[in-house]
Structures are given as structure tokens and as C-alpha cells.
């Protein structure tokens, strides 16, 4: 392993210095001693390029088997049968995925017999319900697919699609941005708004555990469990036409084995694992779930190697320098692709890269602590900031060194412009305009897009061009919402208990949904909510409400009001109006304001 350095010009560090001291000028001097940016020709000139990789297309790899690019983030693989079809992969919305079936009602009208997901991500499974046609039709997933789709949706959803948004630059137009292209696709077809005919999600019907080997319209299909950039990650093998598709396991760019939006950690080594068995099949056609599809035994193999080489590389490397005590940032610094891998055209920095995968393995192994004591229990950052501020001389001073920095370093005068704004409040405007300006120089030379886009995106956000934030609650959301368990719903509830409004609350309500037959107790308790499944509804209970499942979640979000339903009978609570006094402080607790 080896680390470059660049050093910036020392005039302006030396008029720092006086301002701030010695030691800490040394200090920041040093962090300021990170690699240079990559050359402008590596940057946007080298990520327009790479959107011929999306332009719009349909193309047969081999008779009757044709896959739509370009239409929006994920490809979409129609497989021809005897009397029927298979799709593989359904767009991230019902909009995207009719565009898509029309083109394919051009190629044949056979209907549509199955429907494969080859894992839970959104782009792959929103636009089912435009080729289900309003038919039943057979789809086919992972086991665990549906509770990954669940604990997104009813868990983590807010701060998920906040951060997709940032990845895939979907607030860029409304700030005057344009995106070059995602890296995998495009752009993702979701609105931030939540206008959009996007919910067109039907739920697994045939579920996969390591291998399912099935024969649907006359063609012969092998579905293998191959866990990679998620767990519950399938491929297709079609054994007859020697065609492999890998899902998100292969793709033309470097994998993400760590993605910016957030993710549970991806075990690289079954990742590795998952392209190696793909290599042994053997294929002759690759069809990616995203970018183009290759044919040739040999072209197809080499891709397979190389993918393989790369992400083992980078794990073997991280955990090998966690093995002499190296901390992340070292790592992430030092850890490189062999020149063979790195000029690989399928392994460019177009959506994964290698200094954001070494961080997530180092995480992966070893959680949050490297080691270092001083970071156990540190002082609030922004604490710090300020004590930083008043060594360096104060705001001005330090603004002054990151507005002469810029030029040479963007990253040191974007960090600079942080320090400022956590300490200085009079000085926000200030740095936040400085630091805008050095996350667009930061944006024009990087070419990968999701740091493009997180770049633009949060220079529009300094500049008050935009405002980020979770889509609205539509009418829309909550129908789709609807079509969930009631127990992925109420989940949903225990994260948004609010720990201030419920110290010191004992409390327990029964729900009876009487539409799916089932009944749970929420009992907060300690400021957190224990939801419990209950055989029945205990006599001595004291708060118990009857609902309609399909009606709770509109009631939770705003979208009814409770005095509307209570009156018209929609929620009976028992107890008369004592008790539902209680019910209405009770759900209080839960409130987001």
C-alpha cells in the first residue's frame, strides 16, 4: 500500500499560522495533506461519456430474450416463451414500467406469465402492476424479500428516500442542476414531491431459498440465491441459451459495495463469492439488471474475473491493514486497485469506489471504534469547533485561509467552511456560501455520480435553492402503505414514540384489526413501545380499539381525522368517552410535529 500526497502552496499557511498558533496550525496543516481531487478530464467529461451506457434501447441478446435500457434506472429482461412471457425486473415506477410494456407489446402479445424480482431494491419491483396487467400473475423472489421491502417502508423510509434523493440527484432540477447520469442508469423515476404514478409493488407469490429450478412458458430457468449488493439477491441462469442474469451483482462501473444512502453492511466476500459461482455457469450472454449486455464466452468470463479479483482486493487489503492497526481513514487513503483492475473499463468509479467500500468493510469487521481512547466519549462536536475556532484566531481568520485554500483544495476549504458554521453562528451565511462553492469545484472533477449529485445537492441546500426532506404523505403513499401486514405498520410506531412525551407513561392499548383477523398490544413502557401480537383480547383490558386495518395508517398520518371516525364508527373504543380521551393522549405520544 502506498499514499501520495499533495502539498498545497504555503504562502497563505504561513499567514494562518501567525493568526492561530504553532501547534494547531501544524495541526490543520497536516489534515489539510490529503490526495488532490481527481484531474478535471477524470471528472464530468469522463461521466458524460459513460451515458451511452443508458441510451434508450431495446435489445434481443439472443432470440426472444430482449432487455429494455435507458427507460429508468433498472433495466427491464423480457424472456419469450411458448405462450406466454417473463419479465425480470420491473422499473422503479408504474409510469417508467408502462413506457417499457408498450415497447414490449411491439415485440409480442403473448401475456405475461411471471414476474421475477431479483431483489428488493425499489428501482426493480414499483413497476409489477403495469405488466401484471390486472391479472394474477406469478412472482417470484428471495424468501426475504418482502421483509427487506418492509423494513425500508415502515422503518427507515423517511431517512431512506431523503438520502436517494441526495444520491440520485433528484433535487437537482429543482435547483437549476442537471444530472449527467447515475452511473447505473439515467436517473431514478421517483418524484420528490410525491406526485408520480410510481406504487405498483405486487408482493412475492413463489419464494426462492438457495435454488428453484422452474420451467415457465417453456423456457427453463434456474433461480440461485446469490447474496451481493443485497441479501436476498437472485440471479437467473437460463441453462439452454447459456444466458446468465446477474441482477445488481455485476453491473459496468465499480460495485457498490458501500452506498452513500445507507445500507446494512454488504458482505463483500459473498459478493465475491456470488460473481464466482456466476463465473462457473459458463455463460455466454450477460444481461445486467443495469448498463448493457455483453455476449462472447470470453467477454463474459473476464468481466466475471475481474469483478470477482476487484472486490476481494479490496476486502483482503482492508482487513489486512486492520491487521496492522490501521485505522479507516488510512485505509481509505491508501488502499488502491492493482493498475490490471483500476484500468478495467467495468470497474470505473461510475457508482461504487473503493475508499467508500474499504470504510464499510473496516465497519463491517470492527463497528465504529478504532481503537484510538480518545474518541469514546469525545466532546460534542460542536464544542469543539468553537475551541478549534479560538486557537485558529477566530471565524474571520479561518475563512480567510479556506477562501485562499479554494482554489488549490476545495475539500480543505469545504471542511474549513464546517468548522465555521458549527462554531460561528454570526458566520454561517458567510461559510456556508464558501462552502457551496467548493462542493460545485469538488462536483466538476469527480466522476462519480453519487458524490456529483450529493455535492450539488447540498450546495443548492446552502444557497437556499432547495429544500430537502421525506416526500409528503400523499393519499397515494398511504393506499400503497394499505397493502401491507398491519404488523410491518405498527413497527413504524415504536420509531416515532417521542421519548420526552413519554417519560414517566405506563400505558397499554389493544388493537383489534378485524379485517386481517388479528389483535396487538402497544405498551409504552421506559419511553419505548412494546407492540406484542395476542392470541385474543384479554377481558380485563382496559383501552381497547376496533379498527379496520386499511383505515389505521390514514388515521396515523394525518391523512383522517380521529373525531371524523370515531363519530362515523370507523375506530370503536371501548370504554366510552374516558377511554377515548386516553386513546387520543395516548397517540399523542407518538405525534410528529
Same mark, same amino acid.
Given at each position: ?26 495541526? &490543520? ?34 432470440? =426472444? ?28 415506477? !408504474? ?8 415497447? %414490449? ?62 444520491? %440520485? ?5 429543482? =435547483? ?6 447515475? =452511473? ?27 435454488? &428453484? ?56 466476500? *459473498? ?10 455457469? =459458463? ?28 472486490? *476481494? ?22 488502499? *488502491? ?51 478549534? !475556532? ?89 393506499? %400503497? ?26 400505558? #397499554? ?6 379485517? *386481517? ?16 401480537? &395476542? ?49 387520543? #393522549? ?8
Amino acid at each position: 500500500m502506498a499514499c501520495t500526497r499533495n502539498r498545497a502552496p504555503r504562502q497563505s499557511v504561513r499567514h494562518f499560522r501567525a493568526c492561530m498558533g504553532p501547534a494547531l496550525a501544524a495541526f &490543520l496543516i497536516a489534515c489539510s495533506e490529503a490526495p488532490a481531487p481527481p484531474p478535471a478530464v477524470a471528472g464530468s467529461a469522463a461521466l458524460e461519456a459513460h451515458s451511452a451506457e443508458f441510451r434508450r434501447d431495446i435489445i434481443e441478446v439472443v432470440p =426472444g430474450i430482449h432487455v429494455a435500457i435507458g427507460y429508468a434506472l433498472a433495466n427491464v429482461i423480457l424472456i419469450e416463451g411458448d405462450d406466454g412471457v417473463i419479465i425480470v425486473d420491473t422499473t422503479e415506477s !408504474l409510469e417508467a414500467a408502462r413506457t417499457v410494456k408498450a415497447e %414490449f407489446d411491439r415485440i409480442t402479445d403473448k401475456p405475461v406469465q411471471a414476474i421475477i424480482y431479483t431483489h428488493n431494491h425499489t428501482d426493480h419491483i414499483f413497476g409489477a402492476e403495469a405488466f401484471a396487467a390486472g391479472r394474477d400473475v406469478p412472482v417470484y423472489a428471495h424468501k426475504t424479500t418482502w421483509s427487506h421491502i418492509e423494513r425500508i417502508m415502515n422503518v427507515l423510509r423517511p431517512v431512506i428516500e431523503t438520502r436517494s434523493f441526495h444520491m %440520485f440527484g433528484n433535487y437537482l432540477e429543482a =435547483g437549476g442542476e442537471a444530472i449527467i447520469n447515475d =452511473g447505473i442508469g439515467p436517473a431514478l423515476a421517483h418524484s420528490t414531491t410525491g406526485d408520480g404514478d410510481i406504487y405498483g409493488l405486487l408482493p412475492p407469490t413463489h419464494t426462492v431459498d438457495e435454488r &428453484l429450478e422452474v420451467t415457465i412458458a417453456g423456457r427453463r430457468l434456474v433461480l440461485m440465491h446469490a447474496p451481493g449488493e443485497t441479501d436476498d439477491q437472485l440471479l437467473v441462469w437460463l441453462p439452454d441459451e447459456r444466458v446468465l442474469l446477474p441482477g445488481d451483482n455485476v453491473y459496468k462501473a465499480f460495485p457498490n459495495l458501500y452506498t452513500i444512502r445507507g445500507t446494512r453492511y454488504r458482505d463483500v466476500m *459473498q459478493w465475491a463469492h456470488s460473481v464466482r459461482l456466476m463465473r462457473s455457469l =459458463g455463460a455466454e450472454h450477460l444481461i445486467p439488471s443495469h448498463t448493457r449486455p455483453v455476449s462472447g464466452a470470453k467477454a463474459v468470463d473476464d468481466i466475471l474475473q475481474v469483478y470477482g479479483d476487484a472486490i *476481494q482486493f479490496v476486502h483482503d487489503q482492508t482487513v489486512r491493514g486492520i491487521n496492522q492497526g490501521l485505522d479507516a481513514d488510512t485505509l481509505a487513503r491508501t488502499v *488502491q486497485l492493482p493498475a490490471e483492475l483500476a484500468e478495467h473499463p467495468w470497474l470505473q468509479p461510475f457508482y461504487g469506489t473503493v475508499p467508500w467500500s474499504v470504510r464499510a468493510i473496516y465497519n463491517g469487521y470492527l463497528g465504529w471504534f478504532e481503537g484510538n481512547s480518545s474518541t469514546l466519549f469525545p466532546i460534542a462536536s460542536a464544542t469543539r469547533a468553537q475551541r478549534l !475556532l479560538a486557537l485558529a484566531g477566530g471565524a474571520d481568520a479561518v475563512l480567510a485561509e479556506a477562501e485562499a485554500q479554494l482554489p488549490a483544495d476545495p475539500q480543505w476549504a469545504a471542511e474549513l467552511a464546517d468548522l465555521v458554521r458549527a462554531a460561528s453562528p454570526d458566520s454561517v451565511p458567510v461559510a456556508a456560501e464558501l462552502k457551496a462553492r467548493a462542493l460545485r469545484m469538488l462536483a466538476e472533477v469527480t466522476p462519480n455520480p453519487n458524490a456529483r449529485n450529493w455535492y450539488l445537492t447540498d450546495a443548492l441546500e446552502l444557497e437556499q435553492r432547495i429544500t430537502t426532506g421525506p416526500s409528503p404523505i400523499s393519499a397515494e403513499r398511504v393506499a %400503497f402503505a394499505q397493502g401491507f401486514p398491519i404488523a410491518g405498520v405498527l413497527r413504524s410506531m415504536a420509531v416515532n414514540l417521542d421519548p420526552e412525551r413519554s417519560a414517566g407513561v405506563n400505558e #397499554r392499548v389493544v388493537l383489534v384489526f378485524p379485517d *386481517q383477523g388479528v389483535q396487538y398490544a402497544v405498551h409504552v413502557r421506559h419511553q419505548v413501545a412494546v407492540i406484542d401480537a &395476542l392470541p385474543s383480547v384479554p377481558e380485563d383490558e382496559s383501552v381497547v380499539v376496533t379498527v379496520p386495518a386499511t383505515e389505521w395508517l390514514a388515521l396515523m398520518t394525518g391523512q383522517r381525522g380521529f373525531p371524523l371516525a370515531l363519530a362515523d364508527g370507523t375506530v370503536q373504543v371501548s370504554g366510552g368517552m374516558a377511554d377515548t380521551a386516553k386513546l387520543l #393522549r395516548f397517540l399523542a405520544l407518538f405525534r410528529q410535529e
